[in-house]
């Protein structure tokens, strides 16, 4: 009878040790000791630093480092508390728990001396250990305990929320483009304003000369004698004639078209008269003389002759633009719509000047 209860006994503590040591991993302390406190527990992940990066599905699907675990909670490490089955979402080690924990489980092996100690109690109070082996069971439900945990990881989340207000800083930057849109359109050179007869009366400056083509300028071609039309300097110069009498009749550009009589010239001014002030080439717009004047004034270079109405209804090369000053050329200032009298062209030639540097009518900067 003795023997049978001591039997029992042992079957008993064999059985409840067993059941512990059997039990899942998550019933056991973070320590593997048996009835010591826990020092921290699993369930609770202790918030990293900064330097512990996000992975896996709380963490933007993040990898870890090759000797990292992610975590349940979406944070890297190398502890237990990271690779640990139960805490490990990806990238966790092939063996159940990293090397560090291996040493614990031969901690466990003490424990089967002390189950020696109880034995030889047992026999006094043979009725009591009974009742007693029942009761073990209940401490196993506190396991589940550690599932409860991963709603702790929201703590986390409120960090990614400060990189969202780095993206505003770049908007300011569009703002610059905008200035561009005003460039105002191209325009005839502005220091040479129309003038005169064929610039709508215009004035120009005063330290300035209106052509016989009507433009500004200070050079010889706008103010010598024979080029300049109106604000000449004050040496002498054949400026348009006194206005003659009503008989003279208007001709040319300035005068409707009108012709002058057979023996009259149509000057640059578009009166009609005989003396060397209409007659002479550089004043004589139409139904000039054929003789040439007593005086030639210096005419442009011959690759320039004279077209038009004002040139005695020449035609220029196939190639060159009659302008309304009835000179040929290939530049704007003689093909340009404003510019050319006949045989215009549709692409205008950019302006070229010719050895003196001077375009009829236009001088170049």
Request: aromatic share 6%; with cysteine.
């Amino acid at each position: 009878m003795k023997e049978t209860l001591i039997i029992s006994v042992l079957c008993v503590v064999t059985l409840q040790y067993l059941f512990l040591v059997s039990a899942d991993r998550l019933s056991l302390p973070h320590n593997e000791t048996f009835g010591m406190p826990l020092s921290s527990p699993p369930p609770h992940e202790p918030s990293p630093p900064p330097p512990y990066p996000r992975c896996g599905m709380g963490g933007g699907d993040g990898k870890c480092k090759s000797n990292e675990c992610c975590s349940i909670w979406s944070w890297c490490g190398t502890t237990e508390s990271f690779c640990a089955p139960q805490n490990c979402q990806s990238q966790c080690p092939h063996t159940p728990s990293p090397p560090p924990p291996s040493p614990p489980p031969p901690s466990p092996s003490p424990p089967p001396p002390s189950p020696p100690p109880p034995s030889p109690s047992p026999p006094p109070p043979t009725p009591s250990p009974p009742p007693p082996a029942p009761s073990p069971p209940p401490p196993s439900p506190p396991p589940p305990s550690p599932s409860p945990p991963p709603p702790s990881p929201p703590p986390p989340s409120p960090s990614p929320p400060p990189p969202t207000p780095s993206p505003p800083p770049p908007s300011p930057s569009p703002p610059p483009p905008t200035p561009s849109p005003p460039p105002p359109a191209p325009s005839p050179p502005p220091p040479y304003p129309r003038c005169g007869m064929g610039g709508g009366g215009g004035k120009c400056k005063s330290n300035e000369c209106c052509s016989i083509w009507s433009w500004c300028g200070t050079t010889e071609s706008y103010c010598a004698p024979q080029n300049c039309q109106s604000q000449c300097p004050h040496t002498p110069s054949p400026s348009p004639p006194p206005t003659p009498p009503p008989p003279y009749p208007r001709c040319g550009m300035g005068g409707g078209g009108g012709k002058c009589k057979s023996n009259e010239c149509c000057s640059i001014w578009s009166w009609c008269g005989t003396t060397e002030s209409y007659c002479a080439p550089q004043n004589c717009q139409s139904q000039c003389p054929h003789t040439p004047s007593p005086s030639p004034p210096p005419t442009p270079p011959p690759p320039y002759p004279r077209c038009g109405m004002g040139g005695g209804g020449g035609k220029c090369k196939s190639n060159e633009c009659c302008s309304i000053w009835s000179w040929c050329g290939t530049t704007e200032s003689y093909c340009a719509p404003q510019n050319c009298q006949s045989q215009c062209k549709k692409n205008i030639i950019s302006s070229v000047m010719n050895p003196m540097n001077v375009t009829y009518g236009i001088e170049s900067f």
